[in-house]
């Protein structure tokens, strides 16, 4: 959200930014209070700002009245879950104390867990407005009391049509206009020298390059399985996963098991000034992730011109058109995954007889597909129209006066990110 914030300031908008927990450079004390921005952080809480919110919740226990119902007595969410609804209530309501005298006008929080819950209960003890952005596991995994937050919000900004037809699928109570597509987007490089097919070495060695936080839901031991089986095929290959985190141990020990410490190399965290080094050595891009929303790393790849290979999930087709623009594999068809890696490999090695092939069309057109829809700049600037519009229409259907015609009022409005 970071980059949003920058484009809404830029535009003359006062935004606070916010926090639930304090933000992990504060901790450490390697943010300049004075080079940066104040974030507001919930952290560490008061006892006077606990007391402090609930008299505040008890003078305008009316406006909550309807959330606290919700927790106790409707839905079907478990007796811990509801408990730890009604601690963000108490938050959210402590989150209200520190805004008090900030003149917001708006709040928007960028996911839906737990932080939603208390933008949510804080907007409504403001009586301001309040929206969100959706990503993908806070709607498709966890979704917790996401029906409320939905019908409570202004309007749900989300990255890709396909959460979009989910939201409205599976929350057909929600008002159709007021769920909004804002698609991410990437940096493209100034020289795209690094876009054209990869001069591979005599020995036809095929790269394959992985990027992604080494978590359960990446599902890195699904590549370093498929590793196996080509090693197995006769493939002459190595695999580079580009990333740290808690899998890495157990990573390590199935790479191991399967006799791979000649191919497939765990990289740990690569800064990002080496990432195109290894965006160049690589022929294929590959995406072995059980659930997303649409990885930039994707389209990071698809800029330097890297084939790539995704599980056909979520939001990712939007990107990766299969054929096209990209290949798509079934999600979890081990045999699938490998028999696309083998078809790719076979191209790559025909290629090289002929000026232009088929993959330099699709590396082309993968460019253009980028720079066309996900291109960070033009989204940031759609984003910063967009929601600037949507919060003046409903300043002047708050006042009675026409959606129309209208310039948003940049310099009176004050968002709250959380």
Not at 254 to 282: S, T
Not at 377 to 405: M, V
Request: proline letters at 4%; hydrophobic letters at 45%; charged letters at 25%.
């Amino acid at each position: 959200m970071g980059e949003e914030i920058r484009e809404l300031r830029q535009r003359g908008v006062q935004v606070i930014s916010g926090s639930v927990r304090m933000p992990y450079e504060a901790q450490r004390g390697s943010v300049s209070t004075a080079s940066e921005p104040e974030i507001l952080s919930l952290q560490p809480l008061r006892v006077l700002t606990l007391l402090r919110a609930l008299a505040l919740a008890a003078r305008r226990w009316k406006r909550i009245t309807s959330l606290v119902t919700r927790v106790l007595l409707q839905g079907k969410e478990s007796p811990n879950r509801r408990l730890k609804a009604l601690l963000h209530t108490w938050l959210g309501a402590c989150y209200a104390v520190l805004l008090l005298e900030r003149g917001v006008d708006h709040i928007h929080v960028h996911h839906g867990y737990f932080g939603s819950w208390i933008g949510m209960v804080a907007a409504r003890l403001l009586g301001v407005s309040f929206s969100l952005t959706l990503h993908g596991s806070d709607l498709l995994v966890e979704a917790a009391y996401l029906d409320t937050k939905l019908k409570n919000c202004q309007f749900c900004v989300t990255i890709s049509e396909y959460n979009r037809r989910y939201i409205l699928e599976h929350f057909p109570a929600t008002n159709p206009r007021k769920v909004i597509v804002s698609r991410l987007g990437v940096e493209v490089p100034e020289h795209l020298e690094s876009t054209r097919r990869v001069t591979r070495a005599a020995r036809h060695t095929l790269t394959l390059l992985a990027v992604g936080r080494l978590h359960a839901v990446k599902d890195h031991a699904f590549l370093v399985r498929a590793c196996a089986r080509l090693r197995d095929r006769g493939l002459d290959f190595e695999c580079a996963i580009a990333g740290e985190g808690p899998e890495r141990q157990r990573l390590e020990l199935i790479i191991r098991e399967k006799r791979l410490l000649d191919r497939v190399m765990l990289l740990g965290h690569v800064a990002r000034q080496q990432m195109d080094a290894l965006y160049r050595r690589a022929d294929m891009f590959v995406l072995t992730s059980r659930s997303e929303g649409i990885p930039l790393v994707l389209m990071e790849a698809m800029v330097r011109g890297r084939i790539v290979l995704a599980p056909a999930i979520t939001g990712i087709p939007e990107v990766v058109i299969p054929g096209k623009t990209g290949f798509l594999y079934m999600p979890g068809e081990l045999e699938d995954f490998v028999a696309r890696i083998l078809f790719l490999q076979k191209q790559m090695s025909w290629e090289n007889r002929s000026a232009v092939s088929r993959l330099d069309w699709i590396r082309h057109a993968a460019l253009v597909q980028v720079l066309h829809n996900f291109s960070r700049r033009k989204n940031l600037t759609h984003f910063g129209n967009q929601f600037l519009q949507l919060i003046a229409a409903q300043d002047f259907a708050n006042k009675n006066f026409p959606t129309r015609d209208w310039s948003p009022p940049h310099e009176d409005l004050v968002l709250q990110q959380i």
